[in-house]
């Protein structure tokens, strides 16, 4: 019986030469090159065992000790080695018992019985093997799912068909199911708009990119959540299964509904501003059409009034020498009439072009001066000029006609700008 394995370590522990020797010929024959360490009593046993071997090969009557003990030295030093025991005829309850104990296994001591030695320790080492790579299996399943579980997104598997094969304690935390009541169901029940008995089998596609999906929960309750799915391969390159990913997004759908409502709100807002800055602009156009009448009005009055002031002076010394029953009394009159005329067009022209008192209003001062002071920037930039202005943090209440205040503002700034030099300073301030 050949072993593909590497190079095995025996341990002999019998107290019978005879008995290792012929141990010995069948393992010797059996394997290839093993390793084999002989031992008598306890002592010698206690500093071989420091050195771990494959097996041990056991007999069950020693000097001073037995092969129970054996398991007891292996148990107390925490060392996993497979033991065979070797009991004489009759002994045959004591090997099974030995067994429940964890005896691996038992060979009658004939020759007989010892040429099946080599085949019942390749089946013990052999079954070994699995227990050791289940147990590797299952540590790592174990480690696995505790990753998973402390994952901020849930991991589910699924077969090729979609149907849950595993059901993590994180899903169970996410959707309330438990592995009983998920297992073996289609992921599809998962999902809001799942229909009993739909998605059973081969409806199953990889997702390319995540799918925003209403996922329910066991209570009936429901929360958005963003899909992935990817296939799981066997060694050889083969989909074996399909693993699973949910993320909850509902705070971040909630995050995006509060974001697309404040972008609405900025939009509103800025078409309110754009309105008002509009009327503003407007304003200020009437305003430099009022304040350039007001200012041609004052030229006209300014040039007539006096030569007016003298043809009426002049006017009030003839008519005294012009007696009332003159033949030119009757241009007197009307000259008269066209002075008084002309006066009253020059003081008609005051009434239509300055400013029309207003009804008084409560407003903040520092805000009127910076409004008229933002209308008129662009104004001093054409000049090179700057307007730097100081307002006060708190409010400076007055009770007046703003419109009124707001003309004489804009004309007190706009003389400023047009007394100024190019790269001078305009400073407007107020102090409450």
């Given at each position: 019986?050949?072993?593909?394995?590497?190079?095995?370590?025996?341990?002999?522990?019998?107290?019978?030469?005879?008995?290792?020797?012929?141990?010995?010929?069948?393992?010797?024959?059996?394997?290839?090159?093993?390793?084999?360490?002989?031992?008598?009593?306890?002592?010698?046993?206690?500093?071989?065992?420091?050195?771990?071997?494959?097996?041990?090969?056991?007999?069950?009557?020693?000097?001073?000790?037995?092969?129970?003990?054996?398991?007891?030295?292996?148990?107390?030093?925490?060392?996993?080695?497979?033991?065979?025991?070797?009991?004489?005829?009759?002994?045959?309850?004591?090997?099974?018992?030995?067994?429940?104990?964890?005896?691996?296994?038992?060979?009658?001591?004939?020759?007989?019985?010892?040429?099946?030695?080599?085949?019942?320790?390749?089946?013990?080492?052999?079954?070994?093997?699995?227990?050791?790579?289940?147990?590797?299996?299952?540590?790592?399943?174990?480690?696995?799912?505790?990753i998973l579980n402390y994952m901020p997104d849930t991991v589910i598997l699924t077969?090729?068909?979609?149907?849950?094969?595993?059901?993590?304690?994180?899903?169970?935390?996410t959707f309330g199911y438990r592995a009983s009541e998920a297992i073996g169901h289609?992921?599809?029940?998962?999902?809001?708009?799942?229909?009993?008995?739909?998605?059973?089998?081969?409806?199953?596609?990889?997702?390319?990119?995540?799918?925003?999906?209403?996922?329910?929960?066991?209570?009936?309750?429901?929360?958005?959540?963003?899909?992935?799915?990817?296939?799981?391969?066997?060694?050889?390159?083969?989909?074996?299964?399909?693993?699973?990913?949910?993320?909850?997004?509902?705070?971040?759908?909630?995050?995006?509904?509060?974001?697309?409502?404040?972008?609405?709100?900025?939009?509103?807002?800025?078409?309110?501003?754009?309105?008002?800055?509009?009327?503003?602009?407007?304003?200020?156009?009437?305003?430099?059409?009022?304040?350039?009448?007001?200012?041609?009005?004052?030229?006209?009055?300014?040039?007539?009034?006096?030569?007016?002031?003298?043809?009426?002076?002049?006017?009030?010394?003839?008519?005294?020498?012009?007696?009332?029953?003159?033949?030119?009394?009757?241009?007197?009159?009307?000259?008269?009439?066209?002075?008084?005329?002309?006066?009253?067009?020059?003081?008609?022209?005051?009434?239509?072009?300055?400013?029309?008192?207003?009804?008084?209003?409560?407003?903040?001062?520092?805000?009127?001066?910076?409004?008229?002071?933002?209308?008129?920037?662009?104004?001093?930039?054409?000049?090179?000029?700057?307007?730097?202005?100081?307002?006060?943090?708190?409010?400076?209440?007055?009770?007046?006609?703003?419109?009124?205040?707001?003309?004489?503002?804009?004309?007190?700034?706009?003389?400023?700008?047009?007394?100024?030099?190019?790269?001078?300073?305009?400073?407007?301030?107020?102090?409450?």
């Amino acid at each position: 019986m050949a072993n593909s394995r590497n190079r095995l370590r025996f341990l002999l522990v019998d107290d019978d030469r005879s008995d290792r020797g012929l141990v010995k010929r069948f393992l010797t024959k059996e394997f290839e090159d093993p390793e084999i360490r002989e031992v008598e009593t306890r002592a010698q046993f206690l500093v071989e065992i420091a050195d771990p071997p494959d097996l041990i090969v056991s007999d069950y009557l020693l000097r001073g000790f037995n092969g129970l003990e054996v398991l007891e030295i292996l148990r107390e030093k925490d060392l996993d080695v497979p033991v065979v025991l070797l009991t004489g005829t009759g002994n045959e309850e004591i090997a099974i018992e030995a067994m429940k104990k964890g005896v691996a296994d038992y060979v009658i001591k004939t020759i007989e019985h010892i040429k099946r030695l080599p085949a019942t320790i390749e089946h013990v080492l052999r079954l070994r093997q699995i227990e050791q790579e289940r147990r590797v299996a299952e540590e790592e399943l174990l480690l696995s799912d505790q990753i998973l579980n402390y994952m901020p997104d849930t991991v589910i598997l699924t077969d090729l068909e979609g149907r849950i094969v595993r059901w993590t304690g994180s899903a169970e935390g996410t959707f309330g199911y438990r592995a009983s009541e998920a297992i073996g169901h289609s992921f599809k029940f998962l999902l809001a708009n799942w229909q009993e008995g739909a998605g059973r089998t081969g409806e199953w596609e990889e997702f390319d990119q995540p799918k925003e999906a209403l996922c329910r929960r066991r209570d009936s309750s429901t929360f958005q959540a963003e899909l992935t799915s990817r296939h799981l391969y066997d060694k050889e390159g083969k989909p074996n299964g399909i693993v699973m990913v949910y993320r909850d997004i509902t705070e971040r759908k909630k995050m995006e509904e509060a974001l697309r409502e404040h972008t609405e709100h900025l939009g509103r807002l800025v078409q309110e501003r754009t309105k008002k800055i509009e009327e503003l602009q407007r304003q200020k156009s009437a305003m430099e059409k009022l304040a350039a009448t007001g200012q041609m009005a004052a030229r006209v009055a300014h040039e007539i009034n006096n030569p007016l002031a003298g043809i009426k002076n002049a006017f009030t010394l003839i008519r005294r020498d012009i007696p009332p029953d003159s033949k030119y009394g009757s241009y007197v009159e009307l000259i008269k009439k066209e002075i008084d005329r002309i006066a009253g067009i020059i003081q008609q022209m005051y009434k239509t072009y300055s400013p029309k008192a207003g009804r008084p209003n409560h407003f903040n001062l520092a805000t009127t001066i910076s409004d008229v002071c933002r209308l008129l920037t662009p104004k001093a930039k054409q000049h090179n000029l700057l307007i730097d202005t100081q307002m006060p943090e708190e409010t400076v209440s007055l009770f007046q006609p703003e419109g009124e205040l707001n003309q004489i503002l804009y004309n007190l700034i706009l003389n400023a700008i047009q007394a100024s030099h190019s790269g001078e300073k305009i400073k407007v301030s107020l102090e409450k």
